[in-house]
């Protein structure tokens, strides 16, 4: 028998074990006897005015050529190891302004799979057309393992509260759309025949090119836990391609995108499921500040504004949306956006909204932001409670304003225990040297120095405070030399000894 059969059989067993004990595709009904899932309720769209951004403008030749260009050096990409995945939803992501990742240089079709996410409208017309561009790349995927599979499907994600986006890829099935919502868990109980091997085609790149564009997870190969790969290839599938084109025929790509994202932003969650669409509104605003800036911060500013307003609570899932929304928006210097992430930095009582909009505050705010971080870090701004926040805006502070670093963590290091630990750790990673004084007091505290356990892995956990305080005046001081690979019994002499000495120098 031929590798081939052998393998395909070996999938076969492995697939009907998984089934058999319960271990099958996520979402496979195992019991037949169970009661189907309540279809969950359609999110819908709140009334907004249309953005006026106006047609796709003639382009002279040399523009039709470059993106033509671009298109025929995405068969150049070599390394899923550069951060492309074929996955609007992961890899390279959708970054044209460069703030998350470089494109690496000498790799030709990742720079042009960055430049065309970054062309955004213009490159839509010509991204549709090679959907079916069977062209193949130097990237493969395969599975021939025993453990886990590969298989195809019909995946084309859509905005649920636009039943004409989804009338669209339903009808380009026309035996049924396999992957359609509609079927909720039913779905993964057709999934389809398995493959061994696919080689990445320019049509699979344009997919996924076109979802980082359009705001849609067009994922043309996915990981699928555990050990498994999902390919939605419109080059394999032609319904794919034309469940894709479906939704733009006619259509002015430049008019149709602007529609599409501004109904993203308004889209509302159905009931209190609000982190499903936190992604959606996120990628929309941040698509539109990128393409349609004036047409659209006026909606950004508003929505800014909104949060921690009456009647809003400052907690996370109640803001789910817009805290995604803040989150994204670090890399955009427009005045107006600006200016509304201070105001909301200086109004809010969440440590988790402060820690959100930081980013986005412009770097001038010095003095009312700086009093805003002092004022949470000595617990008198808000509900504080939680350590995890003392790091992230002590290490805020050294970003923006490092000639006041060492005065915060001083001033730390005289509160609460679980702040004193935060500190601990922030100058062994990086290094700042605080007065001997400040170290005094911790030189009694038998007190672990990460109040957790990580199996050996973390430099601090088998420490001690004292054994941080100590280390760290040794670090000054080279006539109280401190040894922290030293057993236990050892460093505690040498603390001693530091402790003594201290003490007589603090008593003349």
């Given at each position: 028998?031929?590798?081939?059969?052998?393998?395909?059989?070996?999938?076969?067993?492995?697939?009907?074990?998984?089934?058999?004990?319960?271990?099958?595709?996520?979402?496979?009904?195992?019991?037949?006897?169970?009661?189907?899932?309540?279809?969950?309720?359609?999110?819908?769209?709140?009334?907004?005015?249309?953005?006026?951004?106006?047609?796709?403008?003639?382009?002279?030749?040399?523009?039709?050529?470059?993106?033509?260009?671009?298109?025929?050096?995405?068969?150049?990409?070599?390394?899923?190891?550069?951060?492309?995945?074929?996955?609007?939803?992961?890899?390279?992501?959708?970054?044209?302004?460069?703030?998350?990742?470089?494109?690496?240089?000498?790799?030709?079709?990742?720079?042009?799979?960055?430049?065309?996410?970054?062309?955004?409208?213009?490159?839509?017309?010509?991204?549709?057309?090679?959907?079916?561009?069977?062209?193949?790349?130097?990237?493969?995927?395969?599975?021939?393992?025993?453990?886990?599979?590969?298989?195809?499907?019909?995946?084309?994600?859509?905005?649920?509260?636009?039943?004409?986006?989804?009338?669209?890829?339903?009808?380009?099935?026309?035996?049924?759309?396999?992957?359609?919502?509609?079927?909720?868990?039913?779905?993964?109980?057709?999934?389809?025949?398995?493959?061994?091997?696919?080689?990445?085609?320019?049509?699979?790149?344009?997919?996924?090119?076109?979802?980082?564009?359009?705001?849609?997870?067009?994922?043309?190969?996915?990981?699928?836990?555990?050990?498994?790969?999902?390919?939605?290839?419109?080059?394999?599938?032609?319904?794919?391609?034309?469940?894709?084109?479906?939704?733009?025929?006619?259509?002015?790509?430049?008019?149709?995108?602007?529609?599409?994202?501004?109904?993203?932003?308004?889209?509302?969650?159905?009931?209190?499921?609000?982190?499903?669409?936190?992604?959606?509104?996120?990628?929309?605003?941040?698509?539109?500040?990128?393409?349609?800036?004036?047409?659209?911060?006026?909606?950004?500013?508003?929505?800014?504004?909104?949060?921690?307003?009456?009647?809003?609570?400052?907690?996370e899932p109640a803001c789910q949306p817009a805290y995604e929304i803040l989150r994204r928006l670090g890399w955009c210097d427009r005045p107006a956006i600006r200016a509304a992430c201070l105001r909301l930095a200086l109004r809010t009582d969440s440590p988790y909204t402060l820690h959100r909009v930081l980013d986005a505050i412009d770097p001038a705010a010095d003095e009312a932001l700086h009093a805003r971080l002092v004022g949470f870090l000595a617990g008198t701004t808000g509900a504080f409670g939680e350590s995890g926040w003392?790091?992230?805006?002590?290490?805020?502070?050294?970003?923006?304003?490092?000639?006041?670093?060492?005065?915060?963590?001083?001033?730390?290091?005289?509160?609460?225990?679980?702040?004193?630990?935060?500190?601990?750790?922030?100058?062994?990673?990086?290094?700042?040297?605080?007065?001997?004084?400040?170290?005094?007091?911790?030189?009694?505290?038998?007190?672990?120095?990460?109040?957790?356990?990580?199996?050996?892995?973390?430099?601090?956990?088998?420490?001690?405070?004292?054994?941080?305080?100590?280390?760290?005046?040794?670090?000054?001081?080279?006539?109280?030399?401190?040894?922290?690979?030293?057993?236990?019994?050892?460093?505690?002499?040498?603390?001693?000894?530091?402790?003594?000495?201290?003490?007589?120098?603090?008593?003349?």
């Amino acid at each position: 028998m031929r590798a081939g059969g052998r393998n395909r059989q070996r999938l076969t067993v492995v697939l009907a074990f998984l089934l058999l004990v319960g271990l099958g595709p996520p979402g496979v009904a195992q019991d037949a006897e169970e009661e189907p899932e309540a279809p969950k309720p359609a999110p819908s769209i709140a009334p907004h005015v249309p953005l006026d951004v106006g047609a796709n403008r003639p382009r002279p030749a040399a523009s039709y050529r470059r993106v033509e260009a671009l298109i025929a050096d995405l068969a150049k990409l070599d390394d899923w190891r550069d951060g492309i995945s074929l996955s609007s939803g992961g890899g390279v992501g959708f970054d044209p302004h460069g703030t998350d990742q470089e494109v690496p240089e000498g790799h030709p079709g990742h720079e042009a799979f960055t430049a065309l996410v970054a062309l955004g409208a213009e490159a839509i017309s010509a991204l549709l057309v090679h959907l079916d561009d069977e062209r193949e790349t130097e990237l493969t995927v395969g599975h021939s393992g025993w453990w886990g599979g590969m298989w195809c499907q019909t995946e084309v994600d859509a905005n649920a509260a636009m039943p004409a986006e989804l009338a669209a890829i339903r009808a380009a099935f026309p035996g049924g759309w396999p992957d359609d919502p509609a079927c909720g868990e039913a779905r993964w109980e057709r999934m389809q025949l398995p493959v061994f091997r696919h080689a990445v085609t320019i049509g699979d790149c344009c997919f996924a090119i076109l979802g980082q564009i359009v705001n849609r997870v067009y994922e043309a190969v996915r990981y699928q836990p555990t050990s498994c790969f999902v390919v939605n290839s419109p080059t394999r599938d032609p319904r794919i391609a034309r469940a894709v084109r479906l939704q733009w025929e006619g259509r002015d790509p430049r008019v149709e995108l602007a529609r599409r994202l501004a109904d993203d932003l308004f889209t509302a969650p159905a009931g209190d499921d609000r982190s499903e669409m936190g992604d959606r509104q996120a990628g929309a605003a941040e698509r539109l500040l990128t393409w349609f800036p004036e047409a659209s911060e006026g909606w950004i500013v508003a929505m800014v504004d909104a949060v921690d307003g009456p009647g809003v609570a400052g907690t996370e899932p109640a803001c789910q949306p817009a805290y995604e929304i803040l989150r994204r928006l670090g890399w955009c210097d427009r005045p107006a956006i600006r200016a509304a992430c201070l105001r909301l930095a200086l109004r809010t009582d969440s440590p988790y909204t402060l820690h959100r909009v930081l980013d986005a505050i412009d770097p001038a705010a010095d003095e009312a932001l700086h009093a805003r971080l002092v004022g949470f870090l000595a617990g008198t701004t808000g509900a504080f409670g939680e350590s995890g926040w003392v790091g992230c805006f002590l290490r805020a502070i050294r970003d923006r304003w490092p000639e006041r670093y060492e005065a915060a963590l001083v001033a730390q290091l005289k509160r609460t225990l679980s702040d004193v630990q935060v500190v601990a750790e922030q100058v062994y990673r990086d290094g700042t040297l605080l007065p001997v004084a400040a170290w005094r007091p911790m030189l009694v505290s038998d007190v672990k120095a990460v109040p957790w356990t990580s199996g050996g892995k973390h430099p601090l956990e088998r420490l001690r405070l004292c054994d941080v305080a100590a280390r760290e005046i040794a670090r000054q001081r080279p006539d109280l030399p401190f040894d922290e690979s030293a057993d236990e019994t050892t460093r505690d002499a040498r603390i001693q000894a530091m402790r003594t000495v201290l003490d007589a120098e603090g008593r003349r």
